[in-house]
Each structure stands twice: as C-alpha cells, then as structure tokens.
C-alpha cells in the first residue's frame, strides 16, 4: 500500500483504466497482492478523502477517516461484488465513518460544553475547527464572502448541507452521491438545489447579489 493513502488536496496522474481493469487490480487485491491494492488507494485516494472531508468539514478528521476507510475496505475486499463501482463502494464506507465520526465529535462537544444550546451542536464544533485557518476557498472568494459563506453552510439542515458539500466537492457525480449518501438521485438534486437557494437568500441579506 502506499505510504500516504490520502495525500494532499490533489489526486496523483495515475492514467484512465477501465472498470475491467479496475476490476482486475481488485481480484488481485484479494488474493493478497498488496501493491494491487496500492494502485487502488492512489486511484481512490482523492475521492474518499474530499467525501470524509465534505462531512467532517476539519482536514486532519478526514485524513484519519479515509485512513480507516481503506483499511476496512482491505479487509472487506470479499464482500465487493462489482454490483457499483470501486469507487463508489469505498467512498461510502469512508462517508459512513464520516457520519459516525461526526456523531461521536458532536457527542464529546455537548459533554464538554454542557451549557451548548441545540444550535451550538449540529457539526458547529467540527466546523469551528476547520475554520482555524485559510483554504483555498478563502483564496478564491475572498476572505470575508469565504468566512460568511462557510458560517452559512453550517446553519444548513445537515441532509441538505451534506448533499450540497459532497457534490459541490466536485468528485462525484449526482448518480455517486446518491449512491453513498443513500437517497434517490432526485433527492440529492432537489436537496443541492434548496441548499444553494437558502444559501443565496442568506448572502443577499448580507449585501451580496446572486452572482
């Protein structure tokens, strides 16, 4: 396996293959080849990083998770029937750890702060951490939209702020998303699509027009 699954921001040139190919890497990977395993993480590495990332919101989270999510696919290689694709199937088992992580944080942030209210609880914690320093959305938008932007993603119903944070990652198509998150491709579209009308409702009232 390689030495850093999860990598950086950007995924590694590893070429197109084919989803036999890709299928091939797998049977060999259950057989115990570990550096056809390798090829899979590097392959996957950008994707199952950006989902934990897209939930946890705090990138030291998600490299942990997607860390765990390649073990336990290691471990569970038997259980891939090819009924979705590779991608797919691992990228939800690192967004189930995610929600679980997610859970447990928001958990251990209530018990800290027991004087919370319910509106401090719902990822805020996690969100306060990953808002510690710039990203690169910080860098495109600009510093002050970046930081009213990311205050607003937060007040989002999580269903809606999930599905509009793991598709506007980028990685994943709305068929994927569905797939991981588990709902039908018209949910996940009518949920982006609500998240991102509230969101432009909440910045016009700031003083920002829709563009």
Known sequence: ???????????????????????????????????????????????????????????????DVAQEAFVTAYQKLDTFRGEASFKTWVVTIAWRKALDRRASLSRWWRTARPEATAADEPGDAIERLAASGPSQEDEFLGSELAGHLRRLVTTLPAKLRDSLLLVGSGDYSYEEAAAVIGAPVGTVKWRVSEARRLLKRKLARLGYGDD
């Open 1 to 63: 396996m390689s030495e850093n699954p999860t990598g950086g921001p950007a995924p590694p040139s590893t070429g197109c293959v084919t989803d036999a190919q890709l299928l091939e890497l797998v049977d060999r990977a259950r057989q115990g080849d570990t550096e056809a395993f390798g090829d899979l993480v590097d392959r996957h590495r950008h994707a199952v990083y950006r989902a934990a990332l897209a939930a946890l919101r705090s990138p030291e989270e998600a490299e």
